[in-house]
């Protein structure tokens, strides 16, 4: 199968100084909680995004010196020759896919913790550290400048020797960067060649770049990351400091690689942006420059793709997340089945794995970061070893998933689904608006089991016991799922809240089926993800007066992780929601809720129409038990397993629950005990680690 003509544009080699990309898809760099901590399971994971078609595959962030460490953040470095064997893995793993490799050097400057290290912090100018930890990073003398810039020269050279094709300087993501910080006035206020006017702020960018350029620039194509707003107005980088930066930069890197800042507005959320979100910030940048430019936006749809190509916003198609979500975007477009591209959501689960130093998951894309360690492969399965049929019970996002894989590897399937429609709490959740874009989790996996012939599926279909036994499958995934608790049971709570006026307690269900709801009403978060700040936003863009309330610091904190936090905050405190954090539910009465301090017992009572507790879920298990109450009668039907799955088995993120499905599909008849689970990398015999000179 070939591409549709007008995707044909989408596989035009790219000149990028001395190499050349075999097509515009360009992975740009990307963390992924994996980096020099687990090698092989980020080389993996690269090698796949190659194998998948991406042309240029990209590291995360390398930090260059021991001055800029992060720990516990697991990233990439590059301080001495110790630590080419983990790149050589990554580089290799590429290659074998014709994609070329790029490699993204960063000093972090304030932007660090050094608990390794435990060195002093290097910034523009003397100033606190972003770790709040009452350290303060000192301001860079000559001496420091001058040792940066062979930092940076060694680590291009040794870029080089590990077999990078591109080589990044990064000035980009805000406060994340020393370079970025040397451009800003509120990082830098030096007062010697380095620090005032525009072009002394930009002098450091200009020597690292030239630099590098002449350290490997015969050799390796020189990329610069640069942010190009920081949407903080005048205070920050903004578009007339940008476009002189841009301007007087414009030929001496190779590529332009910009997006806007800080992280959480360049991977902006699906709640809060759409595909392309960046394009009036960034599109300046290819009528300053001859050099080609790549640009990141959340891109899944080859359309929007070759109209940021064909109106010059863009030479090369940037992704990191729809990367993740499908590493083999670009093979599907190629092959014509741009209809079975897996896109993205935009939830940024991916982010947490940075953020809580873990490898990376996707919530659309199971075999993110199992690549190595289970040997899971995005697009291949091994095929069933016998003629089973399976029935699978529930259509949520784990029956789904499960009923997917399932049929790739050849099983005849049945999907049972008791409400009208596919879905589960996907299709609940996404009722809501700023999270319509979820919905992509089971349109995808609807739209593919459609295409198979091994799959019947049967909505309006609640099953009992009895009917599963009938319908003689020889394995039943129950994959029956969860709903909310009302009893207030959740992180904070361990007992339920007794007394509670049941037409004054809304179950989080309510809400999403669109059921009328009248006047003042508290959502209640001992959760601490999103559903809760969510129903606070629709209820408020609804009319309705809310206050949101958790024991908790602060509202939806998990979302720190997946950079939605400072979004909801914002949205809500738009909206003129009242938040209350720190404070529990002590009691609930007609038409008022008594709360108390979480650390000093102080109660204060609100009145409120109703309250929406969203604190915990409760498996629905019934069928489960059912079947687990006769299992005498399963040989009868031909029944060998009965197996729950997902929410169903344990409540957790929608991420989990595809996972769930995934692995019950891969694991069904094979054998699975501790030690297949996943591999460790602890085995320094066959992997050379090095020791590492003193330094
Ligand atoms: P998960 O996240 O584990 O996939 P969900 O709650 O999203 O779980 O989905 C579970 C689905 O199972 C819901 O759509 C629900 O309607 C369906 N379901 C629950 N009980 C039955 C049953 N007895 N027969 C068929 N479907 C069921
Ligand atoms: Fe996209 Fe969510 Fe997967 Fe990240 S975790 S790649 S945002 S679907």
Same mark, same amino acid.
């Given at each position: 199968?070939?591409?549709?003509? %007008?995707?044909?544009?989408?596989?035009?080699?790219?000149?990028?100084?001395?190499?050349?990309?075999?097509?515009?898809?360009?992975?740009?760099?990307?963390?992924? #909680?994996?980096?020099?901590?687990?090698?092989?399971?980020?080389a993996e994971m690269r090698g796949v995004k190659a194998e998948g078609g991406w042309a240029v595959v990209c590291t995360e962030e390398c930090s260059i010196h021991p001055t800029s460490d992060l720990t516990p953040a697991t990233l990439m470095r590059l301080w001495d020759d110790s630590d080419l064997p983990v790149h050589e893995l990554m580089v290799n793993k590429v290659h074998e896919h014709d994609a070329l490799a790029g490699i993204q050097l960063v000093h972090n400057g304030l932007s660090v913790s050094n608990?390794?290290?435990?060195?002093?912090?290097?910034?523009?100018?003397?100033?606190? +550290?972003?770790?709040?930890?009452? +350290?303060?990073?000192?301001?860079?003398?000559?001496?420091?400048?001058?040792?940066?810039?062979?930092?940076?020269?060694?680590?291009?050279?040794? &870029?080089?020797?590990?077999?990078?094709?591109?080589? =990044?300087?990064?000035?980009a993501h805000g406060i994340m960067t020393l370079l970025f910080q040397f451009l800003l006035k509120r990082f830098n206020q030096r007062t010697d060649e380095y620090g005032g006017n525009l072009t002394n702020r930009v002098r450091l960018l200009r020597e690292v770049l030239e630099d590098t350029k002449d350290a490997v620039g015969h050799d390796c194509a020189i990329a610069l990351r640069?942010?190009?707003?920081?949407?903080?107005? @005048?205070?920050?980088?903004?578009?007339?400091?940008?476009?002189?930066?841009?301007?007087?930069?414009?030929?001496?890197?190779?590529?332009?690689?910009? %997006?806007?800042?800080?992280?959480?507005?360049?991977?902006?959320?699906?709640?809060f942006g759409t595909e392309g979100s960046q394009e009036e910030y960034i599109k300046f940048v290819k009528q300053t420059t001859s050099k080609p430019v790549v640009g990141v936006g959340r891109f899944t749809s080859p359309d929007t793709m070759v109209s940021q190509i064909k109106r010059g916003v863009l030479d090369l198609i940037g992704a990191a997340r729809p990367s993740i979500a499908d590493p083999f975007l670009p093979n599907k477009i190629q092959q014509g089945r741009s209809d079975e591209i897996r896109e993205c959501i935009g939830c940024n689960m991916c982010t947490s794995g940075d953020f809580v130093a873990y490898p990376m998951r996707c919530t659309q894309n199971p075999t993110m970061g199992e690549e190595w360690r289970k040997g899971w492969h995005p697009e291949k399965i091994s095929?069933?070893?016998?003629?089973?049929?399976?029935?699978?019970? #529930?259509?949520?996002?784990? #029956?789904?998933?499960?009923?997917?894989? !399932? &049929?790739?590897?050849?099983?005849?399937?049945?999907?049972?689904?008791?409400?009208?429609?596919?879905?589960?709490?996907?299709?609940? @959740?996404?009722?809501?608006?700023?999270l319509a874009e979820w919905k992509r989790v089971s349109d995808h996996r609807t739209y593919m089991l459609s295409t198979r012939s091994n799959v019947e599926?049967?909505?309006?279909?609640?099953?009992?016991?009895?009917?599963?036994?009938?319908?003689?499958?020889?394995?039943?995934?129950?994959?029956?799922?969860?709903?909310?608790?009302?009893?207030?049971?959740?992180?904070?709570?361990?007992?339920?809240?007794?007394?509670?006026?049941?037409?004054?307690?809304?179950?989080?269900e309510t809400i999403l089926s669109g059921s009328a709801v009248s006047g003042k009403v508290m959502v209640y978060d001992d959760d601490h993800y999103y559903l809760a700040s969510a129903i606070a936003e629709h209820l408020a863009e609804a009319g309705h007066e809310v206050?949101?309330?958790?024991?908790?610091?602060?509202?939806?904190?998990?979302?720190?992780?997946?950079?939605?936090?400072?979004?909801?905050? +914002?949205?809500?405190?738009? !909206?003129?929601?009242?938040?209350?954090?720190?404070?529990?539910?002590?009691?609930?009465?007609?038409?008022?809720v008594t709360l108390a301090c979480v650390y000093i017992g102080a109660e204060t009572t609100v009145g409120v129409d109703a309250i929406v507790p969203v604190t915990s879920r409760k498996s629905t298990d019934g069928l489960y038990s059912e079947l687990m109450e006769i299992?005498?009668?399963? &040989?009868?039907?031909?029944?060998? &397993?009965?197996?729950?799955?997902g929410?169903?088995?344990?409540?957790?993120?929608?991420?989990?629950?595809?996972?769930?499905?995934?692995? =019950?599909?891969?694991?069904?008849?094979?054998?699975?005990?501790y030690h297949t689970l996943f591999k460790r990398e602890n085995d320094f015999d066959t992997h050379k680690f090095l020791e590492s000179p003193r330094i």
């Open positions: 199968m070939s591409p549709d003509e %007008n995707h044909k544009i989408l596989f035009e080699p790219v000149k990028i100084g001395p190499k050349t990309t075999k097509n515009r898809f360009y992975q740009v760099p990307h963390c992924n #909680g994996m980096g020099h901590r687990w090698p092989r399971t980020m608990y390794l290290s435990r060195m002093p912090a290097l910034a523009p100018s003397a100033a606190p +550290t972003e770790t709040s930890n009452s +350290t303060q990073a000192r301001g860079m003398d000559k001496s420091d400048i001058k040792a940066l810039r062979g930092w940076f020269r060694d680590a291009a050279l040794r &870029s080089r020797r590990a077999g990078y094709d591109i080589i =990044y300087v990064y000035a640069f942010a190009v707003d920081e949407l903080l107005g @005048e205070d920050g980088m903004n578009k007339a400091e940008a476009q002189d930066i841009v301007g007087s930069l414009a030929e001496l890197p190779d590529l332009w690689d910009v %997006n806007v800042a800080d992280w959480g507005n360049d991977s902006l959320p699906s709640r095929k069933a070893a016998s003629n089973d049929s399976v029935l699978v019970v #529930g259509g949520g996002p784990s #029956g789904l998933e499960a009923a997917l894989a !399932l &049929s790739n590897r050849g099983y005849d399937v049945t999907l049972s689904e008791a409400a009208s429609e596919l879905g589960g709490r996907v299709l609940q @959740e996404t009722s809501l608006k700023p599926t049967y909505v309006d279909s609640a099953l009992t016991a009895e009917q599963v036994l009938e319908l003689g499958c020889t394995h039943v995934a129950i994959a029956t799922g969860a709903r909310w608790q009302t009893n207030f049971i959740g992180a904070h709570h361990r007992q339920p809240i007794l007394g509670a006026p049941p037409e004054m307690v809304l179950a989080p206050v949101l309330v958790t024991p908790d610091a602060d509202i939806a904190s998990w979302t720190h992780n997946t950079l939605e936090n400072a979004h909801i905050q +914002t949205r809500l405190r738009e !909206l003129g929601v009242a938040i209350i954090c720190n404070h529990a539910v002590k009691s609930v009465k007609q038409k008022s299992p005498q009668q399963w &040989s009868d039907h031909g029944v060998q &397993s009965v197996t729950r799955i929410d169903s088995f344990a409540p957790g993120t929608i991420a989990m629950a595809v996972y769930s499905g995934h692995a =019950y599909a891969r694991n069904l008849n094979t054998p699975t005990d």
